[in-house]
């Protein structure tokens, strides 16, 4: 769901009807950073640290961030430090307050479990992220986007306020690569020396595109899976890579055959909880995936194009009206993310999706979320991203091939979320929309003449309400 699109408010719509609401975990620190710039709207933040169990460290947030009544629109956003292997202290503490701020409101006014999602390959802000997305009382972690091996360990050792460590992989100046367990100890921020109570330990359910991988995760976690999430090439965002020699279409999409589909019979075999993922948002892909013997679905399109989602409105009403109209395209990038990793576009005028727009921007790389840590000659380590300039990639020992076609998903994702980065020559950061190929079928949810549709109307129809 990209950043801040599955946000804390279509997250509680979600679970106050009974169901997984699930916020997006993915940019928390630079979504919360800039609604606060943003005169933080409806106090919801500042409600939320009210509840916060380190005074100090909200307020030192608040003092950094907060700008009373909105900064003016033609200033940028403020660039806060960018996190590292040596764990400074200021993202850290913003990594904690930004994951609770977001699960607290999206657990606000009702009782029901409430879940968030992490990405894998967005290593280093994890073990502060799960830290304050626990103080809040998360019920589920999500994780996808790679093998989360480490998590049930850290999920085990931060309900307890212990010292946790997980695994940053660094690449080689010569290829290959190496781990650097990043340590991450709740002492170091608990206030006054007064541990807060044993925490909920969730439920951790990785995403998985196949059996294979569930199995791997099943024999060598660091502690017990309580489900999958088994999710297909056609959901949006990050695509799993078809396995074997990737072929393409004329078009340039990567093909996906027969042995890119999960054996569902395999899951079932394994006796743990699964929910499918990937075009099964409708009632018969509902029906579809419990007779499967799942227990439920994944549901991302749908609910990314309803009110309650973060998505810029007149973003998901252009993207609804050539839906409707026949027009809309998903693209299965397999350049755009600097991961590697194939990711679904689609294509609207105005966005990076658009080859012209695309072209017009200036690289840079002032978020540093999907930068790759590499082993420089000299024996220290570095940080690159292929859709950074291209001069600067190649100069820390990247190559060059690798920088074509890459575009920035760090800023367009937050620019979607309506919080675009202005740049010094006054223009701002462009959206890239991703989508799964559901979006094909939205005329279930709404019409030409009553686009807008809401969360509880997504679940009635995925229901058969």
């Known amino acids: 769901m990209g950043a801040s699109i599955s946000n804390w408010r279509l997250a509680q719509a979600v679970s106050r009807l009974g169901h997984l609401g ?3 975990g993915t940019g928390l620190s630079e979504v919360v950073a800039r609604r606060l ?33 909105g900064k003016p629109s033609d200033l940028p956003y403020r660039k806060h430090i960018v996190q590292n292997l040596e764990g400074r202290r200021e993202p850290l503490e913003l ?46 972690v999500v994780m996808g986007a790679g093998i989360p091996l480490a998590i049930p360990a850290v999920l085990s050792a931060l309900s307890k306020h212990e010292a946790a460590e997980y695994p940053i992989h660094v690449a080689g100046a010569e290829g290959g ?58 959901a949006g965002g990050h695509n799993a890579p078809p396995r074997g020699k990737t072929t393409y279409t004329t078009g340039g999409e990567p093909i996906y055959g027969t042995r890119d589909d999960a054996k569902l019979s395999a899951f079932r075999e394994m006796g743990l909880p699964f929910w499918l993922a990937g075009k099964f948002g409708s009632p018969e892909g509902v029906k579809l995936a419990l007779s499967e013997g799942a227990s439920g679905i994944q549901a991302g399109t749908a609910f990314a194009l309803c009110e309650e989602s973060g998505l810029v409105p007149e973003l998901r009403r252009e ?43 200036k690289r840079i790389c002032d978020l540093g979320a999907l930068r790759q840590l590499y082993r420089r000659p000299d024996g220290k380590i570095g940080y690159r991203c292929a859709a950074e300039p291209v001069d600067a990639y190649v100069a820390k020992g990247g190559k060059i091939e690798d920088t074509v076609g890459r575009k920035c998903l760090c800023n367009s994702l937050i620019a979607n979320a309506g919080m675009p980065q202005r740049l010094p020559d006054g223009s701002v950061e ?13 005329e279930r949810f709404c019409s030409a003449d009553q686009l807008d549709y809401s969360a509880e109307h997504v679940v009635n129809v995925l229901l058969g309400a």
């Open 319 to 361: 993207l609804l009206r050539e839906a409707l109209a026949g027009e809309a395209h998903i693209f299965t990038d397999p350049l755009a993310s600097p991961t590697g990793f194939p990711f679904k576009v689609a294509a609207m005028p105005g966005t990076l999706s658009d080859d012209s727009v695309y072209q017009q921007r």
């Open 22 to 24: 699930v916020v997006s």
């Open 95 to 140: 990594c904690i307050v930004s994951n609770f701020v977001e699960v607290f409101l999206a657990r606000e006014g009702h009782a029901n479990p409430v879940g968030i999602n992490y990405l894998e390959k967005i290593q280093l802000p994890h073990l502060a992220s799960v830290y304050g997305a626990l103080l809040a009382g998360v019920a589920v």
């Open 177 to 234: 690569g190496e781990t650097f367990d990043m340590v991450f100890d709740p002492a170091q921020f608990i206030e006054d020396g007064t541990f807060p109570a044993v925490l909920e330990l969730p439920d951790f359910i990785p995403i998985v595109s196949s059996e294979a991988l569930a199995s791997i995760l099943l024999r060598k976690a660091s502690g017990p899976i309580d489900g999958f999430i088994v999710e297909g090439n056609v």
């Open 430 to 442: 462009k959206p890239l929309v991703t989508m799964g190929d559901d979006l094909l079928d939205v």
């Open 37 to 69: 710039q943003d005169g933080d709207l409806g106090g919801h933040i500042h409600r939320a640290l009210d509840h916060f169990p380190f005074p100090r460290m909200a307020e030192r947030i608040l003092d950094s961030f907060f700008v009373s009544g």
